[in-house]
């Protein structure tokens, strides 16, 4: 069997967890999602969701990582109990990680597109229905969605191809440097626009009022639902790189460390996106509609419009490759696990080309096969569903009652890993409220998600 990898350092650690969290869910879902539903007082429920629920599973699944040293094709099969059935999950997670894969790298690929359109000077002078039109062209055109597609996936199979060390953590760490670096550019940009300054008291200072507004208890399942998904657990992106870092530190203080670098990345989003928007008299919360159609039109109404649109989609492809890179390497190393003769090299090869394939019907549902529609919408929609709304909060749950119940790991187990190192420990007073409290809002999570889809 093949000597297991391990990270350089523990800055790589946190930075390529990090980078798997953050994607577009956070440059791209939080500005619009903190738009709609209240602003300030939408981020400070959704902070407290962050504390309350996300740290903990984390935590948890970082800890199964760690302690099997395996994937989540392995990691139920080492510490469940002889006779339990806990290893059935995995099955579940390798293909939720294959799925988001599937639908991923088609949106990674429009920001690419976005990008070239930017730099070579395509968005000046249009006009915003010229601007709106410009996605659906993009969406119509299988050739263009193939392409961008494709490099995105080859491109981060190369990466992967190089090993935890020398490629993933490597990139990441620079990809990171530079996407924060761009979001101090943008950010410093967006609120010294004139009429920033409305947007920046919507973002900062709290308005309960609007919470109201909005409806309480959606906003509170809105800001739950992102607390959740922001750091991307349940599918064992975060147990994959648990297994590749030692135990010199305990595991609460790595979790935070990762969902504060998650959160900072949100917030300057929103420092970016919601300014400019009020600055130009536009709605915040026009959903996800805001890359790609709205911001375009604020850009070209900015001096340097071309600049600043051409920084901001490069951006998003850091943001979105950070992603697909921490994605890909789960993906590598749950079959790696599961065939370890394979070389890593191999596995990328047959990995890419696989991918390609399994990405074609979301690329192909816009245009050639834009006639199916599972569940009334396209099939980048369908799968999002099968992974945002059922597999990551079925997975959390998992994930939770494994470390908690004695059929599963049990507590005394991931108490002892989760606590071993220097920094923050777990408390153990909160093993009932783990035990109850978080799957609760977890179930509810999943059935409102279910409620919102079916019967909004």
């Given at each position: 069997m093949q000597q297991r990898e391990t990270f350089g350092s523990r800055l790589g650690f946190i930075?390529?967890?990090?980078?798997?969290?953050?994607?577009?869910?956070?440059?791209?879902?939080?500005?619009?999602i903190t738009g709609k539903y209240g602003g300030a007082a939408?981020?400070?429920?959704?902070?407290?969701?962050?504390?309350?629920?996300?740290?903990?599973v984390m935590t948890m699944e970082f800890s199964v990582g760690r302690a099997s040293r395996?994937?989540?094709?392995?990691?139920?099969?080492?510490?469940?109990?002889?006779?339990?059935?806990?290893?059935?999950w995995s099955y579940f997670g390798i293909?939720?990680?294959?799925?988001?894969?599937?639908?991923?790298?088609?949106?990674?690929?429009?920001?690419?597109?976005?990008?070239?359109?930017?730099?070579?000077?395509?968005?000046?002078?249009?006009?915003?229905?010229?601007?709106?039109?410009?996605?659906?062209?993009?969406?119509?055109?299988?050739?263009?969605?193939?392409?961008?597609?494709?490099?995105?996936?080859?491109l981060g199979f190369i990466v992967c191809s190089f090993g935890v060390k020398e490629g993933v953590e490597a990139v990441n760490k620079k990809m990171m440097?530079?996407?924060?670096?761009?979001?101090?550019?943008?950010?410093?940009?967006?609120?010294?626009?004139?009429?920033?300054?409305?947007?920046?008291?919507?973002?900062?200072?709290?308005?309960?009022?609007?919470?109201?507004?909005?409806?309480?208890?959606?906003?509170?399942?809105?800001?739950?639902?992102?607390a959740f998904f922001t750091l991307s657990v349940g599918m064992g992106g975060m147990a994959i790189f648990g297994s590749y870092i030692g135990k010199e530190h305990s595991l609460l203080g790595e979790?935070?460390?990762?969902?504060?670098?998650?959160?900072?990345?949100?917030?300057?989003?929103?420092?970016?996106?919601?300014?400019?928007?009020?600055?130009?008299?536009?709605?915040?919360?026009?959903?996800?509609?805001?890359?790609?159609?709205?911001?375009?039109?604020?850009?070209?109404?900015?001096?340097?419009?071309?600049?600043?649109?051409?920084?901001?989609?490069?951006?998003?492809?850091?943001a979105a490759m950070s992603t697909v890179?921490?994605?890909?390497?789960?993906i590598i190393s749950c079959f790696t696990d599961l065939f370890p003769n394979l070389s890593r090299k191999k596995m990328c090869l047959f990995g890419a080309a696989a991918l390609f394939i399994l990405s074609m019907p979301v690329v192909l549902g816009f245009n050639v096969w834009s006639h199916i529609q599972p569940l009334g919408g396209s099939i980048l929609d369908f799968e999002d569903f099968l992974v945002s709304n059922n597999i990551l909060p079925i997975g959390s749950c998992i994930y939770v009652l494994f470390c908690c119940l004695k059929g599963g790991w049990g507590w005394e187990h991931f108490m002892a890993e989760a606590n071993s190192g220097l920094g923050r420990k777990f408390p153990n007073w909160a093993r009932m409220y783990c035990t109850v409290v978080i799957p609760i809002a977890i179930v509810v999570i999943l059935i409102m998600g279910y409620l919102t889809k079916f019967f909004a």
């Amino acid at each position: 069997m093949q000597q297991r990898e391990t990270f350089g350092s523990r800055l790589g650690f946190i930075l390529i967890s990090a980078g798997c969290a953050i994607g577009l869910g956070n440059v791209w879902r939080f500005p619009y999602i903190t738009g709609k539903y209240g602003g300030a007082a939408f981020i400070l429920l959704y902070l407290a969701f962050l504390l309350l629920f996300g740290i903990p599973v984390m935590t948890m699944e970082f800890s199964v990582g760690r302690a099997s040293r395996r994937s989540i094709s392995r990691s139920f099969h080492e510490l469940e109990p002889k006779g339990s059935k806990w290893h059935l999950w995995s099955y579940f997670g390798i293909a939720g990680n294959i799925i988001l894969m599937m639908f991923y790298t088609t949106i990674a690929g429009w920001m690419f597109v976005y990008f070239l359109k930017y730099i070579t000077g395509t968005f000046n002078q249009m006009s915003a229905e010229q601007v709106a039109g410009t996605f659906d062209q993009l969406t119509a055109d299988p050739i263009t969605m193939t392409v961008a597609m494709a490099v995105t996936v080859f491109l981060g199979f190369i990466v992967c191809s190089f090993g935890v060390k020398e490629g993933v953590e490597a990139v990441n760490k620079k990809m990171m440097a530079l996407l924060i670096l761009l979001m101090a550019v943008l950010a410093i940009r967006a609120i010294t626009l004139d009429g920033a300054q409305e947007g920046l008291k919507y973002f900062l200072i709290p308005d309960f009022h609007k919470i109201v507004d909005n409806g309480v208890w959606n906003v509170m399942y809105q800001a739950m639902s992102q607390a959740f998904f922001t750091l991307s657990v349940g599918m064992g992106g975060m147990a994959i790189f648990g297994s590749y870092i030692g135990k010199e530190h305990s595991l609460l203080g790595e979790s935070i460390n990762v969902a504060a670098l998650d959160t900072f990345v949100a917030l300057c989003s929103g420092l970016i996106v919601i300014p400019a928007c009020f600055a130009f008299g536009v709605d915040p919360g026009a959903g996800p509609p805001l890359i790609f159609i709205t911001l375009p039109s604020v850009f070209g109404q900015m001096p340097g419009g071309q600049l600043w649109g051409s920084l901001f989609f490069l951006f998003m492809i850091f943001a979105a490759m950070s992603t697909v890179i921490g994605v890909m390497e789960n993906i590598i190393s749950c079959f790696t696990d599961l065939f370890p003769n394979l070389s890593r090299k191999k596995m990328c090869l047959f990995g890419a080309a696989a991918l390609f394939i399994l990405s074609m019907p979301v690329v192909l549902g816009f245009n050639v096969w834009s006639h199916i529609q599972p569940l009334g919408g396209s099939i980048l929609d369908f799968e999002d569903f099968l992974v945002s709304n059922n597999i990551l909060p079925i997975g959390s749950c998992i994930y939770v009652l494994f470390c908690c119940l004695k059929g599963g790991w049990g507590w005394e187990h991931f108490m002892a890993e989760a606590n071993s190192g220097l920094g923050r420990k777990f408390p153990n007073w909160a093993r009932m409220y783990c035990t109850v409290v978080i799957p609760i809002a977890i179930v509810v999570i999943l059935i409102m998600g279910y409620l919102t889809k079916f019967f909004a």
